[in-house]
C-alpha cells in the first residue's frame, strides 16, 4: 500500500515537473517516458517472456506513449489467453521481475551492508560504509536504474483484472482444505525456499521505499526552484 501512494505521488510530482519545464502534457508524457524507460522496457519484456513461457500467444509488443480510452499507456503486450490464472500470471510478472532487479542493483550497491550498520547503532560504522558506497563505481547511475526500475514495477490495472477472482478461489480452497484436515505437510526445503523468497521481497521493496524517498526529496526542490523561475505551480 506504501508503494502504491510513494509511486502515485512521484507519478504525478514527476508529469508536474515535466509540464513546469515544457508547459506541453505532451511533451511532459514523453519527459517521464524516457526518465522511467528502463523501467518500462523491463516492465514489459517481463510481461511478453512469461507469456511466452505459458503458451499465451503474446502478440503485438509496444513500447512508447499511446491514449487509451482516456488513459495514457507507455507500453503494452498483447496477450491471447481467456484463462483468468494465466492472465494474473502475466500480470504479476513485471512485480516479480523487478523486485529482482531491485534485489540484486541493491546487493551490487551493498545496501544490506548499509542496513546492517544502521542496525548497529553505530554512526562511525554508517558513515563508513554510506562511504564506502558513495565510491562505488557509477554509483549514481546505479541509483537512477534502480528508481526507475522500481516505479516502473507495479502492475497496471490491466494487469490486476483478474487477481481479485482468482485470490478468492485459491483462498476458498485453502480454506476448505483446512476445514476438512487435509492440509498437507510442507518438506522444509520448500519452506526454506518460500522463506528466502519472502526475504529477497522483504529487502526488495523496503529498498524501493528507501530509494523513492529520497528521489522525492529532489524532486520537490526540483519543483520548487522550477516553480520560483517560471513563475508557475501545478495543482495536483
Known amino acids: 500500500m506504501l508503494m502504491l501512494v510513494l509511486n502515485r505521488w ?3 510530482h514527476v508529469n508536474g515537473l515535466g509540464l513546469l519545464l515544457s508547459g506541453s502534457q505532451g511533451v511532459a508524457t514523453w519527459l517521464y517516458f524516457f526518465l522511467f524507460l528502463p523501467g518500462i522496457l523491463i516492465h514489459e519484456l517481463s510481461h511478453y517472456l512469461i507469456a511466452i513461457l505459458l503458451r499465451a500467444r503474446p502478440g503485438k509488443f509496444t513500447l512508447w506513449p499511446q491514449s487509451r480510452r482516456g488513459r495514457v499507456v507507455l507500453g ?3 496477450v491471447r489467453t481467456d484463462n483468468p490464472l494465466v492472465h494474473s500470471l ?3 510478472a513485471p512485480l516479480v521481475f523487478g523486485s529482482l532487479a531491485v534485489w540484486l542493483i541493491a546487493q551490487f550497491l551493498r545496501f544490506d551492508q548499509l542496513a ?3 542496525s548497529s547503532g553505530s554512526l562511525e560504522q554508517l558513515f563508513r560504509v554510506l562511504g564506502d558506497i558513495l565510491i562505488t563505481p557509477d554509483f549514481w547511475l546505479w541509483l537512477y536504474l ?3 526500475i522500481a516505479n516502473a514495477m ?3 490495472p490491466a494487469d490486476r483484472l483478474y487477481w481479485r477472482p482468482v485470490l ?3 483462498g476458498g480452497i485453502g480454506l476448505l482444505l483446512v476445514g476438512l484436515g487435509l492440509t498437507p505437510d510442507i518438506p522444509p526445503i520448500f519452506e526454506d525456499i518460500f522463506a528466502n523468497i519472502i526475504a529477497v521481497l522483504v529487502f ?3 529498498t524501493v521505499v528507501v530509494v523513492d524517498l529520497l528521489f522525492m526529496a529532489i524532486i520537490l526542490a526540483a519543483e520548487l526552484i522550477l516553480s520560483l523561475v517560471t513563475r508557475r505551480r501545478i495543482q495536483y
Do not use: D, K, N, R
Open 146 to 148: 534502480l528508481f526507475a
Open 168 to 170: 478468492l478461489f485459491f
Open 10 to 12: 512521484i507519478t504525478l
Open 116 to 118: 546492517e550498520a544502521a
Open 90 to 92: 502475466i500480470g504479476v
Open 76 to 78: 503494452s503486450v498483447e
Open 204 to 206: 526488495a521493496l523496503t
Open 154 to 156: 507495479m502492475p497496471s
